[in-house]
């Protein structure tokens, strides 16, 4: 059964997307995957046993997945460090994404990347960074391989509003449009720096419109309804695809927890938070057109939170068993001159 759901653009206006129940179901899934993953994260680094930096996706993960369920299996994808989320919707086992949190050699990095660093050739996914705003030349050198091999595959580039400052990120658009590449520029606006709102930190209305510069055409979206960021890359994945040629997606997010595990948020009120977890939650958007649309059961839901559950304690339990990386591996998968 397919029915035409209406949803909202960054225009207002109403806009009609075809969707089956099997289709809202699956991203329902996924994004509740994401969501008790990371919550299992933030405890385990409560616990001690995740080091260093720890940025939790909880609140953003619509984007992610509603942008991946348009890409095709050529395509790349590369981001910064609120990475997690990334990596289970590219379909990256949560057992290795758990076990390289953790520091263990059964992770995607063998332990030695950690929250920031993973990789994996085989699902296209090319990290993970630390540096604000590195990803964006690497994604556009990723870009020029799409171009150089003609695979007719795109490089999706996800970036922060931060990075959106960063002077590299306007070389990289430069060369991208310059060069006529594919990449798609994600930009995903949770509305704070760090801790500095958008407004304090970013000149001009809104951030899609800074590769206008170069020619590059940006789109906005309402990036907490999984649905309206599926049409919008549809739309974007399309244009990058069929031209040949770059363009931005901003896509206005909001994250629940702080910016990482050590930042209390204190730069925002609890009445801004809340407001937005009881009226704007993906998920819940998400679970009450299930309901409204195709009549879903709550025993299907309780279903897929049982099956999410499992799938979360697998992933620590294979976390914990999988031992520590031997000192050997620090001088492996490095370049060392001679």
Not at 126 to 148: C, E, M, R, S, W
Not at 238 to 261: A, D
Request: aromatic share 8%.
């Amino acid at each position: 059964m397919v029915t035409t759901v209406s949803q909202k653009t960054n225009s207002t206006v109403l806009k009609t997307v075809p969707m089956t129940q099997a289709e809202l179901l699956k991203y329902y899934r996924d994004m509740l995957l994401i969501r008790r993953f990371e919550e299992r994260s933030g405890q385990l680094y409560g616990m001690g046993l995740i080091a260093g930096f720890c940025h939790l996706y909880i609140g953003q993960e619509a984007v992610v997945v509603g942008i991946q369920a348009v890409l095709q299996p050529q395509d790349t994808v590369i981001t910064a460090y609120r990475d997690h989320g990334h990596m289970l919707a590219c379909d990256m086992d949560p057992k290795g994404v758990m076990a390289e949190l953790t520091g263990r050699i059964g992770g995607y990095s063998k332990g030695k990347g950690g929250s920031m660093h993973m990789f994996s050739r085989e699902k296209n996914f090319f990290g993970g960074h630390g540096i604000v705003g590195a990803q964006v030349p690497l994604g556009t050198g990723l870009a020029f391989a799409h171009k150089y091999r003609g695979d007719g595959g795109i490089c999706t580039i996800y970036m922060g509003d931060g990075a959106v400052n960063q002077g590299q990120v306007y070389e990289a658009f430069n060369m991208a449009a310059l060069w006529k590449l594919p990449a798609l520029y994600i930009i995903e606006n949770n509305g704070y720096s760090m801790g500095t709102s958008i407004t304090r930190h970013a000149a001009g209305q809104h951030l899609y419109e800074r590769g206008i510069a170069y020619g590059i055409p940006g789109e906005e979206v309402d990036g907490m309804d999984v649905l309206a960021v599926k049409a919008a890359a549809e739309k974007a994945v399309q244009y990058v695809r069929e031209t040949n040629s770059p363009m931005i997606l901003e896509v206005k997010t909001y994250r629940y927890r702080g910016h990482s595990m050590s930042d209390p948020a204190k730069y925002r009120t609890k009445e801004e938070v809340d407001n937005m977890r009881q009226n704007f939650d993906p998920i819940e958007r998400a679970k009450a057109l299930l309901i409204s649309e195709f009549s879903v059961a709550d025993e299907t839901f309780s279903s897929i939170e049982k099956e999410i559950k499992e799938i979360v304690l697998e992933s620590v339990e294979f976390a914990q068993t999988s031992p520590e990386p031997e000192a050997s591996e620090l001088m492996t998968d490095i370049l060392i001159n001679p």
